[in-house]
C-alpha cells in the first residue's frame, strides 16, 4: 500500500462541517517544478469556506483538500527544482492541499523563510498578508489617501490596515457586517468601523467632510460596487478581490459612470497571479516576508492545534465568528 498522510478532506457542498473529515489520503510527490513540504502550520482562509459551500469555479471534482497557505520544512523536490535544500523552513502559495501534513507546492511559488522568523505568523503570509501587500500595491496607495476596506475585521482587513498606516494613509475605515465586527475592527486600527447598510455611503462622505474615498478595497463581490462608486473620491480606484457573498458577479457599472466620476475599478486575484504571473506573487509573497522580518506586520494569529480543529475554524469563518488570522499547527 502507498504511504498514507492526514488531510482535511471535502467530500462534497456543504455550509457546515457535514462534509469534511480529517482523514488518511496518499502522500502527494511533487512533480517537475514542484516541491514537498513537511508542513508545520496551515492557514485557515475564506476560500475555504467558498470551496466548501461549492462556489465556482474552485473545485473540479470531490473529494478536495482544502488549504492555500503552509509553513514547513522541504520534504523532496520533483525533476528540475534546486536551489533549496531537504529540512530547508519555506513558506508556499497553492491553491489546494494545503491543510495536509504534506503538501505539494511549485517551487516557483516557494519562498525561505528566515532565520528567527516565527513560522505560524509565516503561514499567514502567502494567502492573507501577500494579497493585503499586493492589494495597496495595485490599489496604488499614496501618503495621504483614505482608504476604506469592506469585511476589514478578518486577517486581510486586519493586515491592510497596519500596512497603510506604515504607508502613511490618511483616513482608514471599515466596512463589515454586524457591529461586533465594527469592534474587532476599531481594535485592530481602523479610525472607524461602518455596518453594511443601504446608507454605507452617505455615512462615509459625511465622515469625510464631503469627500470621497481614496481607494476602496471589496471582497464582496459586486453587492457592494454601487455603494463603492458612490463614496469614491474624483480619482478614486476601487479594487475588487473577492466574493464572500457567493452570489453571482453582477455586471460592470456603465462607462459613463467610471468617465464622469473619474474613478477606476480593478479586480485581483492570487489565483489568477498564480497561473498567469507567479513571478509577480512570488516577489509579493518574498516582500511579505520581508516585512514579517522586520516586524512591520505583525498578525494577530490564533492558533488552531491540530488538523482535527479545522474544521470547527472554517465553521467559525463561515459563520462570522472569526476575527484576525486562524492558524492551524500540526
Ligand atoms: N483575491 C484574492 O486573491 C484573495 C486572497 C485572500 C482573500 N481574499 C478574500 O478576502 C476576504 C477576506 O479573506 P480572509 O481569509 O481574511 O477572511 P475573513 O475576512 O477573516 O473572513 C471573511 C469575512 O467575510 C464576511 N462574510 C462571511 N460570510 C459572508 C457572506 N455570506 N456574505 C457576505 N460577507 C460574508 C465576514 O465579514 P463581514 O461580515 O464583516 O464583512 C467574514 O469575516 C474573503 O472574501 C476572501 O475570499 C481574496
Do not use: C
Request: net charge negative; no cysteine.
Amino acid at each position: 500500500m502507498s504511504e498514507q498522510i492526514r488531510a482535511v478532506v471535502f467530500g462534497g457542498p456543504a455550509l457546515d462541517t457535514s462534509s469534511t473529515r480529517v482523514t488518511a489520503v496518499a502522500l502527494p510527490e511533487p512533480g517537475k517544478g514542484e516541491l514537498s513540504i513537511d508542513v508545520q502550520f496551515a492557514g485557515i482562509n475564506f476560500k475555504d469556506v467558498m470551496v466548501r459551500r461549492g462556489d465556482g469555479p474552485y473545485v473540479t471534482s470531490w473529494p478536495y483538500v482544502p488549504g492555500i497557505e503552509v509553513a514547513g520544512a522541504v520534504r523532496a523536490l520533483g525533476p528540475g527544482v534546486d536551489g533549496f535544500r531537504l529540512g530547508q523552513p519555506v513558506v508556499a502559495y497553492m491553491n489546494d492541499g494545503g491543510l495536509a501534513e504534506v503538501a505539494v507546492a511549485s517551487a516557483a511559488l516557494t519562498v525561505p523563510v528566515p532565520d528567527g522568523l516565527d513560522l505560524a505568523a509565516a503561514a499567514a503570509a502567502p494567502g492573507a498578508l501577500t494579497t493585503a501587500v499586493l492589494l495597496l500595491e495595485h490599489g496604488r496607495l499614496r501618503a495621504g489617501d483614505s482608504v476604506l476596506v469592506h469585511s476589514a475585521a478578518g486577517a486581510v482587513g486586519q493586515a491592510v490596515v497596519r500596512l497603510a498606516r506604515l504607508a502613511g494613509a490618511g483616513p482608514v475605515l471599515a466596512a463589515v457586517g454586524s457591529p461586533s465586527r465594527a469592534s474587532a475592527a476599531e481594535a485592530a486600527g481602523y479610525d472607524r468601523a461602518f455596518v453594511r447598510e443601504p446608507q454605507l455611503a452617505q455615512a462615509v462622505r459625511e465622515h469625510l467632510g464631503g469627500s470621497g474615498v481614496d481607494l476602496i478595497l471589496d471582497p464582496q463581490g459586486t453587492t457592494q460596487l454601487d455603494a463603492d462608486l458612490d463614496m469614491a473620491a474624483a480619482a478614486g480606484r476601487v479594487v475588487l478581490f473577492g466574493n464572500a457573498t457567493g452570489e453571482p458577479f453582477g455586471q460592470l457599472p456603465p462607462a459613463g459612470r467610471l468617465y464622469a466620476g473619474t474613478v477606476s475599478v480593478g479586480g485581483f486575484s492570487l489565483a489568477a497571479l498564480s497561473a498567469r504571473a507567479p513571478w509577480l506573487l512570488a516577489a509579493g509573497l518574498s516582500r511579505t516576508v520581508a516585512q514579517l522580518a522586520a516586524g512591520e506586520l505583525d498578525p494577530r494569529i490564533t492558533i488552531v492545534d491540530g488538523l482535527d480543529a479545522a474544521p470547527a475554524a472554517q465553521q467559525a469563518l463561515a459563520e462570522s465568528r472569526a476575527s484576525g488570522k486562524q492558524v492551524v499547527r500540526l
